[in-house]
C-alpha cells in the first residue's frame, strides 16, 4: 500500500500533486472511501465529521472532486458480514481517513479486520492527523487521550516512524518545536515533526518528505 501521511489534509499544491502521482489519475476519475471513526472520541466528534465528509472543514480531503465517495464506518463493521464491506474496500483508488484520536482509531481499525487487509491493498492511503498517526508503531505519551482497553500507546506499525502533527499550530499552543523535541527523546525510533503544510509519502518503505512549509526529522 502507498501512504500519504498529512497534518492537515491536501493543504497545498506539492501535497496535491503528490497525490496525484500516487494515484497515476487524475483525481476526477478516482474512487474515494471516507473513514470518519477517530473524529467521534474527540469533543464536538458528531459535528466534525460532518464537516469533514462535506468539505465544510480545513482540512482538504473529500472536497477534491472525486469520481465517487462513499462512507466507512469502522465501529459498524464488526456486526456486518465481510462480504458487505471488503469488496468495496479492495475496489477504492484512496481511502481518507480523518483526523481525532489515534488510538481510538487504531482499535477500531484492528477490531474491523481493516488494520489486516491494509497491507494487500493497491490504494492509496491518505491520512490526516491521526489518521496518519495511526501508521507508526506508537504514539508517545503527549498525544494518549482515549485509552485502549489493554493501556499503552501502540499504533499499527504499518511505517517505522512516529509524527508529530500540527507543529506550531496558532490554535495549538502546546504544539511548538520544543514540545516535539521532548516528545521525540521518548520515541524508540525515527520521529517526524511536521507542520500543516507537510506531508510524508511512503512507497514500498522509501520515505520522502513533501512540504511547502517547515518539519524535522529526529533520529533516534
Not at 462480504?83 to 474496500?89: I, R, S
Not at 524508540?188 to 524535522?216: F, N
Request: net charge negative; with cysteine.
Amino acid at each position: 500500500m502507498k501512504f500519504l501521511l498529512t497534518s492537515a489534509g491536501i493543504k497545498n499544491k506539492s501535497i496535491y500533486d503528490t497525490l496525484v502521482d500516487m494515484l497515476g489519475k487524475p483525481i476526477a476519475e478516482a474512487n474515494a472511501l471516507c473513514i470518519p471513526t477517530a473524529i467521534y472520541a474527540i469533543p464536538g466528534g458528531a459535528t466534525k465529521s460532518w464537516e469533514f465528509l462535506t468539505g465544510q472543514a480545513t482540512t482538504p480531503m473529500c472536497e477534491l472532486g472525486w469520481k465517487s465517495m462513499g462512507v466507512l464506518e469502522l465501529t459498524a463493521l464488526p456486526s456486518i458480514n465481510e462480504e458487505l464491506w471488503v469488496p468495496v474496500v479492495k475496489e477504492a483508488d484512496v481511502l481518507l481517513v480523518n483526523g481525532g484520536d489515534p488510538l481510538y482509531l487504531s482499535y477500531w481499525m484492528r477490531q474491523s479486520g481493516l488494520a489486516d487487509l491494509l497491507p494487500s491493498l493497491d490504494a492509496v492511503y491518505v491520512g490526516l492527523s491521526a489518521g496518519s498517526m495511526v501508521m507508526a508503531p506508537n504514539i508517545g505519551e503527549f498525544f494518549v487521550g482515549w485509552t485502549p482497553p489493554n493501556g499503552g500507546d501502540e499504533t499499527l506499525g504499518l511505517v517505522d516512524f512516529a509524527m508529530f502533527p500540527h507543529l506550531d499550530h496558532e490554535m495549538l499552543p502546546y504544539n511548538t518545536m520544543a514540545a516535539a523535541e521532548r516528545w521525540a527523546a521518548g520515541m524508540h525510533g525515527p520521529a517526524y515533526a511536521i507542520d500543516d503544510q507537510t506531508a510524508i509519502k511512503v512507497i514500498d518503505g522509501a520515505v520522502e518528505v513533501v512540504s511547502e512549509g517547515h518539519w524535522k526529522l529526529f533520529s533516534p
